[in-house]
């Protein structure tokens, strides 16, 4: 498994960077576009994408973060939904967060 064990207490933390509403939408979307996940890892897949672009966030522009495979399908998962993937950007980290390929 190429992923850092998440506490919980950095689950919770993740997911409270989303709306509900917004965080099962995203969850759904893990489901649709990877059917070989079931619910609850594709609950864990976007827990740990959230909680990668927290760490992005804390470290700022110009700091190489390589997202793991798991934390990549969130990512591109969140990038679908622009709008809200730019205001959480914003809210969090007061900047768009860029994906750009290594």
Do not use: N
């Amino acid at each position: 498994m190429d992923t850092i064990a998440m506490t919980t207490r950095s689950v919770s933390k993740a997911r409270s960077l989303v709306t509900d509403q917004l965080y099962d939408q995203l969850v759904r979307r893990v489901l649709h576009d990877h059917p070989q996940f079931d619910r609850p890892e594709a609950s864990r897949i976007m827990d740990e994408g959230l909680g990668f672009l927290d760490r992005c966030a804390v470290e700022g522009p110009g700091q190489e973060q390589k997202p793991t495979k798991r934390e990549d399908i969130a990512w591109h998962t969140f990038l679908l939904y622009t709008k809200k993937y730019a205001g959480f950007c914003q809210k969090l980290a007061g900047r768009f967060i860029h994906h750009a390929p290594a």
